[in-house]
């Protein structure tokens, strides 16, 4: 198991006044005991409720954590993009601000975590989510896997560890949530490790998905079809970087 030297633990914020506030105290706790050099950073993406009041209320007690605030939603890729801009420290963690997954099941990651790896990256063990969800990620994640030549088993899952250093010799350019795609993809294809470990899943206790209406999904399959041209058909991200490239020079990407 690899030293970990620094961590940014990020999530993405919208409408999630009921889950974020035990979300960065329990990510604190566990952040504490894994390494001293440490922050917490959350994006509030142009929140509606009472989420902005609360994670500036939070700040001002716990000095490692870091608010930004957006004043329109961003897209799911662009809060990612801007979270993994914002991340200061060696290895970044992020994971949503529902609290679908433990943030304290990190230690599982962590331990996961050896010398070379690039991402470790969590599989739902099972999904708890109301049944038609659950069959439509499971046509999902094997549609994706094999168009997309994945190897992990959940590209959906977003519970990840992955190397700063890593991400920022990516291209990430995506700003709905075809984003995971584009990262599983792009970090696979530099040829680095990735780990997988099991985590849990729960129901969600506050809030509603804001993925599942057909203007979303609709606009997901259209852009997952130009991501395939781009990723599998024509390569492109191959072109500009290669795994050396990657390592070697980590200002490439503009998230």
Same mark, same amino acid.
């Given at each position: 198991?690899?030293?970990?030297? =620094? ?15 035990t979300?960065?105290?329990r ?10 050099? !440490? ?27 870091r ?5 329109r939603? =961003?897209?799911?890729?662009?809060? #990612? *993009? ?27 990651? *962590? ?48 519970? %990840? ?9 990516? $291209? #990430?350019? =995506? ?30 206790? !506050?809030?509603? =998905? ?9 606009? $997901? ?5 130009r ?6 058909? *024509? %390569? ?16 490439? *990407?503009?998230?």
């Amino acid at each position: 198991m690899q030293k970990l030297t =620094s961590i940014t633990a990020f999530f993405p914020c919208y409408n999630d006044a009921g889950t974020i506030p035990t979300m960065i105290i329990r990510a604190l706790q566990i952040l504490h005991e894994l390494t001293d050099d !440490y922050e917490v950073i959350v994006i509030n993406d142009g929140s509606t409720d009472d989420s902005g009041d609360i994670l500036d209320e939070l700040a001002r007690h716990y000095p490692r954590l870091r608010v930004i605030h957006h004043p329109r939603p =961003s897209g799911y890729g662009g809060v #990612l *993009r801007a979270g993994f801009a914002a991340a200061t420290k060696d290895w970044v963690f992020y994971t949503d601000g529902d609290a679908q997954y433990d943030v304290r099941e990190l230690i599982l990651l *962590r331990e996961a975590m050896t010398d070379g790896v690039a991402m470790v990256n969590g599989y739902k063990i099972k999904r708890h989510d109301p049944f038609h969800r659950v069959l439509i990620g499971l046509a999902y994640q094997y549609a994706i896997k094999v168009a997309f030549g994945l190897a992990i088993r959940d590209v959906d899952c977003d519970f %990840r560890l992955m190397r700063r250093s890593v991400l920022e010799g990516l $291209t #990430l350019e =995506s700003t709905t949530g075809t984003i995971t795609v584009e990262l599983v993809k792009k970090v696979q294809d530099t040829g680095l490790p990735i780990v997988e470990v099991p985590v849990h899943h729960w129901y969600r206790q !506050y809030g509603q =998905s804001q993925f599942f209406n057909f203007a979303r999904v609709t606009g $997901t399959l259209l852009a997952l079809v130009r991501w395939w041209w781009r990723l599998v058909v *024509r %390569r492109e991200h191959l072109r500009a970087t290669t795994p050396a490239a990657v390592a070697a020079d980590p200002h490439e *990407r503009r998230p």
